[in-house]
């Protein structure tokens, strides 16, 4: 009798064992499935930012292209192209949304100093010391950009021994372009403008004009008695596009640059260089 009760409880924990090890495995497997529910629905979300994103790059592409064709002789951001495009902020269906532009004509190019003109020097001197920097620097500069030709991007010149203050207090005025391009009076910041001109009255004047009509031209300069400054123009071929996307859980934020080329009769608009980032919005935020 002892023995059988015995046998019973082995053979009940046997049941119990197993039991759990197909509970266990039952478990498993919900699990298994809700993870990969998950990672789909996330993917699913990615891939669907990634394409409002894509398309809203689409769209400030074919803008500038349409611009080159009804307004080749000035840019700025008071033209249809640039009012069809950008986007502050605003909720859609899917989640947030924005597109920014910003023209990277608006800086002085460092790689002019490519070029050894002395005018161009002169003025990235001048540069320099409105910045309480060496103007020594430049020559330095002009040194580098002698053998390189050319740099990706204005930090790179910390490499060649360019003083990281210099270059950090640079930074709101100077760029490196990928291709050769003037700065562009209709987006040039106040500050950079006062060095070109030498003149802090007419900066301000021109300035004052062209937050009243939103561009200049070269019958403002005359108004108010100025001449165009060397290396400066009224139109840009260089911009960098921020485009924040969001649908359901997935966030992206795309930076892309895009070059224009209107040469010999040759118009064609061209996405140089492309980033994404990925996140999940703030749960805090969804919460609210």
Known sequence: MTRRKSDEGVVLINVLVVLAIAGGLMMLLITSQEAALDRVS??????????????????????????????????HFSEPWARSVIQEEVALATGRFSVGVTDLQAKFDINQLAQVTLGTQE?????MVALNQPPETVTQIVRILSVLERVNALDDLASFGVSPVTLDALAPYVTALPVAGAINLN????????????????ALQLVRLREAQGFLTLDDLATVGALRPQNSGFTSNAYLVDVTAQA???????????????????????????RFIYSEPDSSEDAR
């Open 42 to 75: 996330r993917a699913s979300d990615a891939a669907t930012a990634e394409q409002i994103a894509m398309g809203a790059e689409a769209s400030v592409v074919d803008a500038l292209r349409r611009d080159l064709d009804t307004g080749p002789d000035t840019d």
């Open 248 to 274: 359901g859980r997935a966030e992206i934020a795309m930076q892309s640059l895009i070059l224009r080329r209107n040469k010999l009769g040759v118009k064609a608009v061209e996405i140089v260089q492309r």
């Open 187 to 202: 987006a040039v910041d106040p500050f950079l403008l006062t060095v070109m001109l030498q003149n802090r009255s007419q």
């Open 123 to 127: 003025f990235a001197k001048r540069l």
